[in-house]
């Protein structure tokens, strides 16, 4: 393992060019020198949050909506294109204690400026459970929700969740309420973290993950694998055309996916 922290230092950052989501303009709901997160995943790139929470605390409402519409402002004023904003940053969104308000702010603002770009959230899936937070996810356009693995171990291994009442089977009950409109986003991956070999990509695994997506029923799959720097040093990108086969294997099953 490796001292790795890799934040963002503002409220509202970017425009980024997303592989997946295009011209998107991101929005950090957590502390800006600190991580807060409800998993410790072995490949984020912000790091592990033992760096601690930083001293900034959480950006306020009003903050977030000051900060966010000068930033559209300025891009329109510029010519800027925006095909969307995103809500990602130092860890998991839905843990501000407003973040249905946020939204609907954003909702708001988005509508003001750029009518025609979406409103996306990056999020691990552990705050689904609270019907408010659940309620404003189904506001934005990407709902795009953490499945990394349909097993247990696996999936305790991998994103190491801070709750021991956090389960795949309660999980995958809870993400049945998507049904239609979210987006599941499952991270492919191999290596080893505290001498336990990790690998999401075995026939048992991917097996799994189908009988899993039947059940939810997502509008769709996004299969994706490592990226950028990790703050566990044994793991392996899973490559583009592997992924691609698993993408087939899961498209046979009915399912939507793409990579």
């Known amino acids: 393992m490796k001292d790795q922290t890799v934040l963002f230092h503002s409220t509202?950052?970017?425009?980024?060019?997303?592989?997946?989501l295009g011209v998107s303009l991101g929005i950090n709901?957590?502390?800006?020198?600190?991580?807060?997160?409800?998993?410790?995943?072995?490949?984020?790139?912000?790091?592990?949050?033992?760096?601690?929470?930083?001293?900034?605390?959480?950006?306020t409402t009003e903050r977030v909506a000051h900060d966010l519409e000068a930033k559209l402002q300025a891009m329109k004023?510029?010519?800027?294109?925006?095909?969307?904003?995103?809500?990602?940053?130092?860890?998991?969104?839905?843990?501000?204690p407003e973040f249905p308000a946020v939204i609907e702010i954003v909702n708001g603002l988005r509508d003001k400026y750029y009518p025609e770009a979406k409103t996306s959230v990056l999020?691990?899936?552990?705050?689904i459970f609270d019907p408010k937070v659940a309620e404003a996810l189904k506001l934005v356009d990407n709902n795009i929700l953490k499945l990394d693995s349909a097993i247990e171990s696996t999936m305790r291994l991998i994103d190491q969740p801070a709750s021991r009442e956090f389960t795949v089977e309660r999980l995958v009950e809870a993400l049945k309420q998507f049904e239609g409109s979210g987006i599941i986003q499952t991270m492919m991956l191999r290596g080893e973290h505290d001498g336990k070999p990790i690998d999401n990509t075995t026939d048992e695994e991917i097996e799994a993950l189908?009988?899993?997506?039947?059940?939810?029923?997502p509008r769709s799959v996004m299969i994706y694998s490592l990226d950028r720097s990790t703050p566990e040093e044994r793991l392996v990108k899973v490559e583009k055309d592997e992924l691609e086969r698993i993408a087939d294997r899961i498209r046979?099953?009915?399912?939507?996916v793409t990579v």
């Not at 509202?12 to 997946?20: A, K, M």
């Not at 999020?123 to 705050?127: I, L």
């Not at 046979?252 to 939507?256: K, L, S, V």
């Open 12 to 20: 509202v950052f970017g425009p980024i060019h997303s592989r997946r």
């Open 29 to 59: 709901l957590l502390p800006d020198d600190g991580k807060i997160c409800s998993f410790d995943c072995v490949y984020c790139e912000a790091g592990y949050n033992s760096q601690g929470s930083g001293t900034t605390g959480l950006p």
């Open 77 to 96: 004023a510029a010519g800027e294109t925006l095909d969307v904003i995103t809500f990602s940053g130092n860890g998991e969104p839905t843990l501000h």
């Open 123 to 127: 999020t691990n899936s552990t705050r």
């Open 210 to 217: 189908i009988s899993a997506y039947k059940a939810i029923k």
């Open 252 to 256: 046979t099953a009915g399912i939507n």
